[in-house]
């Protein structure tokens, strides 16, 4: 029982900057915006963290793959309480296509190398919105997984969780080796401040790449483009309630 | 400003500015804010006063971190856990 725990971390955009597309609509605007980890990746990192502190785990690696920047979420994990961090150096050409087919493979090759026994991934990015990662990476390893988890309880050799569904709550009890996706209600994550941050630089993050993995990351998918929402229409104001009936059946609503 | 409490006032400063990268109505603002409340007090030399200026600047770290957070759970609940009706 090795008590190590994967935790997968995505640099995305910051969830509050607003999204501009590129004037050729080959994919949306990156360069000098705001990056941050993704809000589902940090509630997954609490909830590693929090079972290290009940000692339910011995160790928290933080993984995360992209360029020389995805470093600096790997940090902030650490900041939070990560013991280590692996970064798997993907750029250019390859990072654009990078999805969760790959990363869940990248994932699978890290777990049966660290021996871990448990991965917890965000539920989705909010960059992309797949929301498969976890569930291709359990798929992989063939092992059982506990998605959209809104509580997490390890008994014994196995892991209760307890699923947001669209019906309501769903209990689940499953084996340990598993996989984990995080949902909002998971848990409240903890703010990585300025002097966790400076005592993380003292941790270890590997540096290695999907070929040293034995991973092929060519994509399957190609992004034909990539356009705004049409804009919201303005709305119509009218005078009396017999306007807006008729508006309405007009719309045919009524 | 008194030695000993230099130190604490620089690290409260750092610490408030780091927070404010993430306020929500812009962190250009809050840095300007920032910078004139500690301007309007960097001549106070009684220790007493300066004990209770850093104290007060330690609660806002924690409210800072409290409104980041809840304003980031309303974004990312009403994106992503509406419930169908």
Redesign the interface.
């Known amino acids: 029982m090795s008590g190590r725990v994967l935790v997968g971390v995505k640099r995305v955009i910051d969830y509050a900057v607003k999204i501009r597309v590129k004037p050729d609509n080959s994919s949306v605007v990156t360069d000098g915006v705001k990056h941050s980890m993704n809000p589902f990746c940090e509630i997954a990192v609490e909830e590693a963290v929090k079972m290290k502190e009940k000692k339910l785990i011995k160790e928290v690696v933080a993984v995360s793959c992209g360029p020389q920047q995805a470093q600096e979420t790997i940090r902030t994990a650490l900041a939070m309480g990560a013991d280590r961090g692996i970064h798997v150096e993907v750029t250019g050409k390859d990072y654009e296509t990078l999805g969760p087919l790959q990363i869940s493979k990248i994932m699978a090759a890290l777990a049966k190398k660290e021996e871990a026994q448990l991965i917890i991934l965000g539920k989705q990015a909010i960059d992309d919105d797949c929301n498969q990662t976890g569930q291709m990476t359990a798929a992989l390893l063939d092992w059982p997984q506990g998605t959209f988890a809104s509580e997490v309880s390890l008994e014994g050799d196995k892991i209760k969780v307890v699923r947001e569904v669209d019906g309501g709550l769903e209990t689940i009890k499953i084996n340990v080796p598993a996989v984990i996706t995080a949902d909002l209600r998971l848990n409240t994550p903890r703010y990585a401040t300025l002097p966790n941050i400076m005592k993380a630089k003292k941790k270890k993050i590997a540096n290695m790449k999907p070929a040293d993995l034995g991973v092929d990351i060519t994509s399957r998918l190609e992004v034909l483009r990539v356009d705004e929402p049409p804009q919201r229409q303005a709305g119509v104001k009218v005078e009396t309630v017999e306007d807006l009936v008729s508006k309405l059946k007009e719309a045919g609503l009524v | 400003m008194a030695n000993p409490f230099r130190g604490q006032v620089i690290k409260l400063y ?2 408030l500015l ?2 404010g ?2 306020y ?1 109505q812009g962190s250009a603002y809050f840095k300007e804010r920032l910078k004139s409340a500690f301007m309007k007090n960097k001549d106070v030399t009684d220790p007493d006063k300066i004990q209770k200026l850093v104290a007060r600047g330690n609660c806002l770290i924690k409210e800072l ?1 409290a409104m ?2 809840l ?3 309303q ?3 009403k ?3 509406q419930t ?1 009706k």
């Open positions: 750092r610490t780091y927070l990268r993430d929500p971190e980041c957070f304003r980031k759970y974004v990312m609940k994106k992503y856990c169908k």
